[in-house]
């Protein structure tokens, strides 16, 4: 190995991180357990946690409800690797899966009466088609649920 490898090897840490859980403040718990339960298939225990497969959400409640504060939208970037510059809503959450569960997943939720903040829509950067769709929970929070493949040239 080279002595740059060897020295950028040495430097990073080995420790492996565990699962990560995003925290939530909302304005009604018992309301957005609900959400989470009845519309997004989430389970829901008595410590907050709204979990359904690697997605895991701790739900509490805010004190006030201008503690709620759903992210605005970023700045449009010019860096990033493809010709893509940046989302056009603020995201809360992202949510990547399969390809071909996706369009069953958005009508599940549509289904149980969930919120679909941003319809399901194709889109392509840097080789790759996508599928993204917004929903929103009670409080506003923006779940961006997206899908990416190879870009198939016909």
């Known amino acids: 190995m080279s002595e740059q ?3 950028e090897e040495k430097g990073k840490s080995r420790v492996k991180l565990g ?7 909302v304005s009604d718990l018992v309301k ?5 339960r009845d519309c997004l ?9 709204a979990e359904r497969d690697e997605v895991c959400f701790i739900l509490q409640q805010a004190v006030s409800g201008e503690d709620v504060k759903p992210n605005a939208v970023s700045a449009k970037r010019h860096s990033y690797p493809t010709e893509w510059e940046g989302p056009d809503y603020g995201w809360d959450t992202y949510i990547h899966m399969g390809w071909e569960e996706f369009d069953e997943y958005v009508e599940e939720v549509r ?3 969930g919120m679909i903040g941003v319809e399901a ?3 392509e950067h840097g080789g790759w088609e996508f599928k993204n769709a ?4 009670p409080d506003q929070y923006n779940i961006v ?7 198939v040239y016909t």
């Open 5 to 7: 490898v060897l020295e």
């Open 32 to 36: 957005s357990q609900a959400y989470y």
């Open 145 to 151: 649920l997206g899908a990416m493949r190879k870009k």
């Open 134 to 137: 917004h929903l929103h929970d």
């Open 41 to 49: 298939g989430f389970s829901i225990d008595d410590w907050g946690h």
């Open 121 to 123: 829509f194709i889109g």
């Open 19 to 25: 699962k990560t859980i995003q925290v939530r403040l």
């Open 111 to 113: 289904t149980r009466g």
